[in-house]
């Protein structure tokens, strides 16, 4: 059976999470590819179902890891696993989609520590077989965290919902739209997937097709990234505000410290 969606997770030093998210990922493969699993709900379960056809893959990127990530990327269920010497967010994404099936013609983008459902995985599905050119979801934390930090994913949900930026963490789009766009733009360190989405945007408005962010169902991410959010607020306000700090590792260094991060 031809690969039908080719799910890219990129991770540097993710031996502890990867399990988890790998497990996560292949139980929503199979409700999907069963035509209407425990994910679907109501007539959504109607709407998708006929409407899929082909097996997906995993495949993790290995971007330069310290630890095992590749191996127990490989013990864990991962179909492929690509090694990415530079350590940089956007490379890894665009070697494995690189590295993903060439058959394949629709690229889910998730990071390391999110949990993938068969309701996300699906309606990314059903959008991408009606012809859109890609979006993102919804993102919900997996534990309650400070006010400060609750704030700012307030902020970013705002801004994604009212331009429709995609977060990092789950990202979905046709194959020859991403490569019309050219990919990731490795210019960028962070904030690699807003210029994504707004290309991705445009691309698709020019062939009267969307890129759309959907509310229903929510994508879960860890709330990890936020363990030093309130020491690094002015950095992340200065990154968000100057576009050309973006392109400055070590204005980037929030995202690149954290620990077995390998998502923005």
């Known amino acids: 059976m031809?690969?039908?969606y080719s799910i890219v997770i990129p991770a540097f030093n993710e031996s502890a999470a990867l399990p988890g998210t790998l497990s996560a990922v292949r139980a929503a493969m199979s409700a999907v590819e069963a035509e209407g699993g425990d994910g679907f709900r109501g007539p959504f379960r109607e709407r998708f179902r006929g409407q899929f056809r082909g097996r997906g893959e995993i495949v993790v990127v290995d971007n330069n890891s310290s630890d095992d990530t590749a191996e127990v990327a490989r013990a864990h269920g991962a179909?492929?696993?690509v090694l990415e010497p530079v350590n940089q967010i956007g490379r890894a994404r665009n070697a494995g989609a690189a590295g993903a099936d060439a058959s394949s013609p629709w690229l889910v983008f998730l990071d390391a520590d999110t949990q993938l459902s068969a309701g996300v995985l699906g309606e990314a599905l059903r959008r991408l077989s009606e012809g859109d050119a890609g979006g993102g979801a919804r993102v919900e934390l997996d534990a309650e965290v400070g006010?400060?930090?609750r704030l700012g994913c307030w902020l970013w949900e705002m801004i994604s919902r009212r331009r429709n930026l995609a977060a990092g963490c789950f990202l979905f789009c046709r194959r020859d739209a991403f490569e019309a766009v050219g990919g990731f733009d490795l210019r960028y360190f962070v904030k690699e997937e807003i210029y994504l989405s707004s290309q991705l945007k445009r691309w698709a408005a020019e062939r009267g097709t969307r890129f759309e962010v959907f509310q229903d169902p929510a994508i879960v991410t860890s709330t990890r990234k936020l363990d030093r959010f309130l020491r690094e607020v002015p950095l992340i306000l200065f990154v968000g505000l100057a576009p050309w700090a973006a392109r400055t590792p070590r204005f980037?260094?929030?995202?690149?410290r954290q620990r077995g991060s390998a998502g923005a």
Not at 252 to 256: E, F, G, L, S, T
Request: one cysteine or more.
């Open 252 to 256: 980037c260094r929030y995202w690149y």
């Open 79 to 81: 179909d492929r696993v």
């Open 147 to 149: 006010i400060v930090p």
């Open 2 to 4: 031809a690969v039908a």
